[in-house]
């Protein structure tokens, strides 16, 4: 059974996402990869935030990916991201990826830390899924990426990176990291930079005393 049910589970878009759907506030993050202040807003709050008011329903948190043309590496990173979510190790993944960003972002050598972050069978079915995919990379590097996303048929990830970006170039994304909150399906406008948990925990508290 669980050999089908994972099967069935990897034909399934990736999973980027912590807690409840049903929480009354949801919060979507668009966020690069390979960019320092997305690192310091996952290290520093959303980091405390899972831990507490996603961990007690109260917050939805959504990642979605905004790779940047200027990051070298920021849109493989993102690959090796939805591989990952695809097996259900998307939360490993995404702190394997904020904490080592400083080694992997100066020699792209993401791979090995993607493998420290997860079990070796889940790693075997994540390096499966990116057939096709490292290769290309190189011509995402140049920043060519939505070019790369229609010339590489190779790589089974890139249209659930490329719908997130569509989704941030509406809202519009300006600058990475990019936040919009629901609460009670009433969207807030989005915001961005890094805020700390404290004042953001504040936020939320002033919310669902509504």
């Known amino acids: 059974v669980h050999a089908r049910a994972t099967a069935a589970q990897a034909a399934t878009a990736p999973v980027k996402t912590y807690g409840s759907s049903s929480a009354p506030i949801k919060m979507e993050v668009f966020s690069d990869y390979e960019c320092p202040s997305c690192r310091n807003l996952y290290e520093q709050t959303l980091r405390p935030m899972i831990a507490d008011y996603v961990a007690a329903g109260k917050v939805y948190l959504i990642h979605r990916d905004f790779p940047l043309p200027m990051h070298k590496y ?7 991201a939805n591989a ?48 096709g995919c490292t290769q ?62 404290p004042i953001l925990k504040q936020f939320f508290d002033s919310l669902l005393r509504q």
């Open 74 to 80: 920021g849109y493989e990173a993102a690959r090796w």
């Open 84 to 131: 990952a979510a695809r097996v259900g190790q998307f939360e490993n993944v995404e702190a394997a990826l904020y904490d080592n960003q400083p080694a992997w972002s100066t020699d792209g050598n993401i791979e090995k830390f993607i493998a420290a972050a997860m079990p070796a069978g889940d790693f075997k079915r994540v390096q499966k899924l990116m057939e």
């Open 136 to 197: 290309t990379s190189a011509v995402a590097e140049q920043g060519r990426i939505l070019n790369v996303a229609q010339a590489s048929n190779g790589c089974s990830l890139d249209p659930y990176i490329n719908e997130d970006r569509a989704l941030g170039t509406r809202i519009p994304v300006q600058a990475t990291p990019t936040y919009v909150i629901t609460y009670k399906g009433q969207r807030l406008p989005a915001g961005s930079g890094v805020v700390s948990w």
